[in-house]
């Protein structure tokens, strides 16, 4: 069943399989044919299935792939916010212990020469120990009196700090911490405070500077970015230099102008960075655009944060998702190969299942079309023989009766031929009776040799013609060509005398030929009577028959003196009751005989007119 007619085809299939095999015909038309439209609808509907996946697919496959960065950012952003939280934790509790020392509190109440210089010494030594980029001591009133860099030009002493903020809070009596630029150092730094205590009384503020600026650097070839913003949303650390002291949110302009008052971050007002939510996506973080430069291009990241509250600070990672795409593309790539290769399968898995089934019903359509066509044969062999059969009973009847048609017709030849000896016996006898009443039995004797003699010939001339007229037996035997005609001259005998034909037979005895004798003697006999009668009308009469080897059997031809055959009777000599002679001599059946009898032994019989104007005729018998 071919599958350019889907709508056959389904006949011929279970339900199941008939979706697809609409599928796979619409698919393999080409558009070859018109759509019907039940496969346009099937066809759109198909699509739109098709369509939707593949959206489905490629968002699945989106938040796969943006989870699995979440979950590696979060990773990183743990790591660098418990790097940074280790190293301010390490500072966080050297202003008290700083505090509590004798030479910061005789620096705070003697303020004299050697406690000074002594502290600067200490506050120096703690600051290399420590690795803090600066340790100073205040008055209660905000002055520098000690610091840890009192040798060099950006030495604190002398200045007045009391506007900082962690210097507000250190003076309430609270532990304090603040991030600001450097004023003298331009220097990014985290300040933590503690109150210097003299008797309950508090008498001045330690505090503690150290530079965050190699944490950042530490941190800035990760791939990933990272920013820390204060409370307000301001960046003040990023792996982005150009990021820092920018807003991530917007900040009210009382709180910018506070932030202006406190100089936190230089004297400049605070930019806002172009940093906008794009979606949320829960534990994964949120996706974000951020432009770096105004006119840039902005760039997509997956933007996850944790507060440090001991800080004041919230720490973000910014994590490109350029990657994700690329991995979205591929993973889809290596889905849709996947679902290519499934869908080839199935459809090759289809097609094949299809032409099994076609296969299969069409061969059993040729196995019973060849089943029957066998019986029919079967059959048909079996009329066959049975014509056969009948043919060759009918041939055997037919040459029987011919025979007997031929006995009757030399019926009167033959009674004569066996009334003259019988004559002669009667003579015979009565003479020898005689003879023997005389009492010369010596010539009576004679007398019944002649008898025995006549009554041999005559013995032959009915072998003869029990043998002529005996059914063929079909069995073949070596037949001498040479006696063969021989045999059959001798039963036209009286004929040949009487009718003063003459016989010219040039055989070589050696000659012979393997069929069977019976047939080959009465086809004989038929051409030489036909020769015989033929010449009745003529005066000079001959019967000439000569024998020969060709190719690989054996030819006989008989010629004789007669007039031959007329051209335009010649093709019917064969037939069937063709006859020239006169009602009561002739039936017509001798050579149509004969012509059977030829082609049953496998030879043939051919019929001319030889120059000197008689009938010619030739038999060809294969040599088996
Ligand atoms: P029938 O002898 O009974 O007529 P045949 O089949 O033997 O039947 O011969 C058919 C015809 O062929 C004859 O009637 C005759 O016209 C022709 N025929 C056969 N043999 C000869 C021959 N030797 N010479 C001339 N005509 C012949």
Known sequence: MPLGNPGAVTEIYPKSDRLLVQVISIIRMNGRLRFSPTRLILLLVLCIILSAGL??????????????????????????????????????????????????????????????????????????????????????????????????????????????????????????????????????????????????????????????????????????????????????????????????????????????????????????????????????????????????????????????????????????????????????SLAGFGLLIVLLLVTLYAVNRQRRLALQGSTELLEQRVQRRTRELENEVEERKKAEQTLRDTQAELIQAAKLAGLGQMSAGISHELNQPLTAIRNYSENAQRLLERKQVEAAVGNLEEISELTGRMASIISQLRGFSRKSSGDHSRVSIDQSVDQALSMFKREIESSEVGVLARIDPELSVTTDPLLLNQVLVNLISNAIQAMASVKARQI?????????????????????????????????????????????????ISYRIMESLGGKIEVTNSTAGGAHFELYLPNE
């Not at 190719?551 to 031959?564: A, E, K, Q, Y």
Request: charged letters at 20%; hydrophobic letters at 40%.
């Open 55 to 332: 959206i489905a697919g490629y968002r699945a496959l989106t938040y796969q792939a943006l989870n699995e960065l979440g979950v590696e950012s979060r990773n990183r952003l743990t790591l660098f916010v418990s790097n940074l939280g280790g190293a301010l934790a390490k500072y966080e509790h050297l202003p008290k212990l700083i505090s509590s020392n004798p030479y910061v509190l005789d620096a705070l109440l003697q303020r004299h020469s050697p406690q000074l210089d002594a502290t600067n010494l200490y506050l120096e030594s703690v600051a290399d120990s420590s690795g803090a980029s600066d340790v100073y001591l205040m008055d209660k009133a905000g002055l520098t009196i000690a610091a840890s860099n009192w040798n060099l030009d950006r030495s604190f002493i002398g200045n007045n700090y009391s506007f900082r903020p962690y210097y507000q809070t250190a003076i309430t009596g609270e532990a304090g911490r603040y991030f600001a630029l450097g004023i003298q150092s331009q220097q990014r730094g985290y300040y933590f405070s503690y109150p210097v205590h003299s008797e309950n009384k508090l008498v001045g503020v330690i505090v503690v500077k150290i530079n965050l600026a190699n944490i950042e650097a530490a941190w800035s070839d990760r791939g990933d970015d990272f920013i820390v913003t204060d409370d307000n949303g301001i960046v003040f650390l990023s792996t982005q230099a150009d990021w820092t002291y920018k807003s991530i949110r917007k900040i009210e302009s009382e709180k910018l102008e506070q932030i202006l008052l406190s100089r936190q971050y230089r004297d400049q007002p605070v930019q806002r960075l172009d940093f906008i939510d794009i979606e949320d996506l829960g534990d994964a973080g949120s996706r974000v655009k951020l432009t770096h430069k105004p006119g840039s291009k902005a760039i997509n990241y997956l933007h996850l944060k944790i507060p440090m509250p001991d800080a004041g600070w919230t720490v973000h990672i910014l994590s490109k998702t350029k990657s994700v795409r690329s991995t979205v593309v591929l993973r889809a």
């Open 544 to 592: 000439e028959i000569n024998a020969g080897i060709r190719n690989s059997g054996i030819v006989i031809s008989i010629s004789d003196t007669g007039p031959g055959i007329p051209a335009n009777v010649i093709e019917n000599v064969f037939d069937p009751f063709f006859t020239t002679k006169e009602v009561g001599l002739g039936l017509g059946l001798g050579l149509s």
